[in-house]
């Protein structure tokens, strides 16, 4: 028997009242589904950490091509096509290098800009000037979608989903939508590098968790 007071109190009633409406009050059913969103968005972490690791190599890569600067970041032709995004994210970068007494080098820089920065370099303000570059990112799109506005499509809407994640929101409302999402990010991931599929094998139990919750996520 669940602690109500409790669970209340440290959840919050906010946080609940979603569940609470999809089960019709029944606080049981609403905090087994409560625990079986955190437990099938845990199973969705080793995809979105390849893809994202992933997709920042790739662009950094191509970047350091384009502008012939591993500092891309700084170099000056960047900097006046960038947007104050951008340049605010970078900024911060160098902020919380600092503040963690550390050398600022481009593989720090490049680990704390956030997945929002790398998909913001989607944006059409680049179709003209990044996206010949950063369409080598995706070696195995097929050419004839291989578009700047496909690319911000697909992985916004991942970026999306992994923030309502790792804000630990609900994402497990529609089952079907979800299985979508995870095939987008497997997708975005062959997109990139047909090898990094391999390492998905061991890493992706998506499937069989929701299987095992789909009862308790469903039932009324």
Not at 13 to 30: G, I, Q, S, T, W
Not at 63 to 76: A, P, S, V
Request: glycine share 2%; charged share 30%; with cysteine.
């Amino acid at each position: 028997m669940v602690n109500k007071a409790i669970i209340e109190k440290i959840i919050s009633k906010e946080r609940l009242e979603p569940y609470l409406r999809h089960h019709k009050n029944d606080f049981e059913n609403a905090i087994s589904h409560y625990k079986s969103n955190i437990l099938i968005s845990e199973t969705f972490y080793p995809l979105l950490a390849i893809l994202e690791v992933g997709l920042r190599n790739s662009i950094d890569y191509q970047l350091t091509k384009r502008f012939n600067d591993k500092q891309w970041y700084e170099n000056i032709e960047f900097v006046r096509i960038a947007s104050r995004f951008q340049i605010d994210r970078i900024s911060e970068a160098r902020t919380n290098i600092m503040s963690e007494k550390k050398e600022i080098t481009s593989g720090r820089i490049m680990s704390e800009l956030s997945f929002g920065f790398w998909t913001s370099l989607f944006d059409t303000r680049f179709e003209m000037t990044l996206w010949k570059s950063l369409r080598l990112s995706f070696p195995n799109c097929p050419k004839n979608i291989r578009k700047r506005k496909t690319m911000s499509s697909k992985f916004n809407g991942i970026r999306r989903l992994r923030n309502r994640i790792f804000h630990h929101e609900a994402i497990t409302w529609n089952l079907s939508v979800l299985n979508s999402y995870k095939l987008e990010i497997i997708e975005g991931i062959e997109w990139l590098d047909k090898d990094l599929l391999e390492w998905l094998v061991e890493l992706n139990h998506i499937d069989e968790t929701i299987e095992k919750y789909r009862k308790t996520i469903e039932k009324e």
